[in-house]
């Protein structure tokens, strides 16, 4: 179990070692599914329409009546290195072929892209979580790379659509999510060998972006690294619907052991089967949304492994447990990977996402199955941002420190996180006299040149023209003062928003 710890919680490499140093003789800390940190956050459940759990199936003519109410819960509120890795290898310009005998598929394969340049210094990790409980079996539910950079000490994370139909070598065009479960199946010799190797292969084929080591993990390991943390702390910033298991150990092929469970806006105390509705949940958003609550939880891990200082019991336990992971990654590069955690943490983590422009809807011919196909000449600048620092680091320029001002200690968590995600420096501000009915945006400089404000303002949704610029001295270290004003809503779609500062010249 702790091992799944080491290898997922702090992104593969960082992580690795942080929470397998939790004593193996200590009990995991089970807490309630959600304790809410804020007085204004709830935790509700309603009746929608009649919509199935996702894994009920009826019975032939069988009719579905709308579920009965759920409970409310009723939630309690408290106060609120020297690695140098292998470089994998890089395939030339044309298709690799396919197996001998396969039938040519209907959708045509693509020429191989070209590989993309890694500093070096730049360690590329890829973090597979499965659709199912086990680490074996199933098909591969996420899919984040992870670079990190051991000379900035700076990461960046990037998310892959799982529904990505691409070609897997020596097979055919698929889902991008079962090339590991095939690699496996078939015994795949390429690259390291396995469903490890294929997966990594087939990234290289379609992305050019080397992978350098794997992590995969399934549904109770999971879980079990947010338990035997004690839980991660979150800050919600978009109210959540879905289906839900009205408590984990029940059976999720009986109908009725399932509810309509809304997280509200807030700030909540996780524990593994929250978290994992938190990451997995699909029926009321997107998966650029989905995406993003991936990412925020392996920041919460991240955070919460630093703060319990579990690095330094990593080795004695790295070879106890290793049935709950999937890796090609060894011990000693585990820990130089870790001893990166606290500058990353400093230095700032970039959050990327395959942009709009670069998916096409697709239907497979003959199957008529709704898959994506990428462009990846519209990839390409995320692609190569992802092995670059972010822009808005603390490693290679000062912050940009914005004060946000407000007597609601949710609103201000939640900004907050906001704000951290894009890479500008929260502080908190003094109460305000009175809070103000539209949000107030201040900018202390010359010029708005490099100050990103065009960012800031979508952040808090204002028009940058409302931004007041003072040219005087700013009071203390801060550039911006936002005062949150009754209009302030979290709440910001991933969809819609603007490139990323790390994505900008």
Request: charged content about 15%; hydrophobic content about 40%; proline content about 11%.
């Amino acid at each position: 179990m702790l091992s799944v710890i080491r290898a997922w919680l702090l992104w593969g490499g960082l992580g690795l070692a942080l929470v397998a140093c939790r004593p193996a003789s200590a009990a995991p800390t089970l807490l309630p599914s959600a304790v809410v940190l804020a007085p204004t956050a709830a935790v509700t459940a309603a009746q929608p329409a009649a919509v199935l759990p996702p894994t009920f199936t009826p019975a032939a003519g069988q009719e579905i009546a709308p579920p009965p109410p759920a409970a409310t819960a009723q939630p309690t509120v408290q106060p609120s290195p020297s690695y140098t890795p292998t470089p994998p290898p890089t395939h030339t310009a044309t298709p690799i072929p396919l197996a001998e005998g396969l039938p040519t598929p209907p959708t045509p394969i693509p020429t191989a892209v070209p590989t993309l340049e890694v500093p070096p210094e730049v360690t590329n990790i890829l973090l597979l979580g499965n659709d199912v409980a086990e680490v074996r079996g199933g098909r591969t539910d996420t899919l984040i790379i992870v670079s990190i950079n051991r000379e900035t000490g700076t990461a960046g994370l990037l998310s892959l659509p799982r529904d990505l139909y691409v070609y897997i070598p020596e097979w055919t065009m698929n889902r991008l999510n079962l090339a590991l479960p095939h690699g496996h199946g078939v015994n795949y010799q390429g690259s390291s060998g396995g469903g490890g190797g294929l997966v990594k292969d087939t990234i290289l084929y379609n992305f050019g972006l080397p992978v350098h080591t794997y992590a995969r993990i399934g549904f109770d390991g999971f879980k079990q690294v947010i338990d035997t943390l004690g839980g991660v702390e979150v800050a919600a910033s978009c109210s959540l619907s879905d289906w839900r298991l009205k408590s984990p150990e029940l059976d999720p092929a009986v109908e009725d052991n399932w509810e309509w469970f809304t997280l509200a806006s807030g700030v909540y105390q996780m524990d593994g089967d929250l978290a994992l509705w938190y990451a997995r949940s699909r029926k009321t958003t997107n998966d650029f949304d989905r995406n993003r609550r991936q990412q925020q939880l392996l920041s919460a891990m991240l955070e919460r492994g630093l703060a319990l200082d579990l690095l330094p019991q990593g080795p004695s336990l790295w070879e106890a447990f290793q049935d709950s992971l999937e890796t090609d990654m060894s011990l000693g590069v585990m820990l130089e990977l870790a001893a990166l955690a606290p500058a990353v943490r400093q230095n700032g983590v970039q959050h990327l996402s395959m942009p709009q422009e670069a998916l096409r809807g697709w239907r497979v011919p003959g199957s008529g199955e709704a898959v994506q196909l990428l462009r990846w000449e519209q990839a390409q600048p995320t692609l190569r941002q992802l092995v670059q620092p972010p822009v808005l680091n603390q490693a290679t320029r000062p912050p940009i420190m914005v004060e946000v001002v407000t007597d609601n200690d949710v609103m201000y968590r939640l900004a907050a996180e906001n704000l951290a995600w894009y890479g500008f420096v929260p502080v908190r501000g003094a109460a305000p006299a009175a809070t103000p009915g539209r949000t107030q945006i201040t900018y202390y400089g010359a010029n708005f040149k490099g100050s990103f404000d065009w960012l800031l303002s979508w952040l808090f949704n204002q028009d940058s023209g409302s931004i007041q610029l003072v040219t005087g001295p700013a009071p203390g270290d801060i550039n911006y003062r936002v005062v949150l004003g009754y209009d302030y809503n979290p709440c910001r779609s991933q969809i819609q928003a603007p490139p990323t500062p790390a994505a900008m010249p």
